[in-house]
């Protein structure tokens, strides 16, 4: 299977400093919890990693009581670019 394209006009960012200052932790109190280096935590922060294991987005998000999409956000790379209008066309499907 070939990997998918990379969609240069968004990226997805990790909220993992939001969370970690609302609920009063440490990354290195994080590491601990999950088992995953504090540098794989840290380059996971400063959106800086490629990849992430289910298992460890699975443990991040148990650890922090959060789900998947309170952590892990989609965001347009042009924030000057209008949003899509919600009453377009819609994709087939029913979506």
Do not use: W, Y
């Amino acid at each position: 299977m070939a990997p998918a394209e990379v969609d240069e006009a968004h990226d997805v960012h990790c909220r993992l400093d939001e969370l970690l200052a609302e609920r009063g932790l440490t990354l290195t109190r994080l590491a601990d919890l999950v088992g995953v280096s504090v540098v794989n935590l840290s380059v996971l922060k400063n959106d800086r990693a490629r990849a992430i294991r289910f298992s460890t987005l699975q443990a991040i998000c148990r650890a922090l009581d959060c789900e998947i999409g309170d952590l892990l956000v989609l965001r347009r790379a042009d924030a000057a670019a209008p949003a899509p209008d919600a009453s377009g066309p819609t994709r087939a499907g029913g979506r």
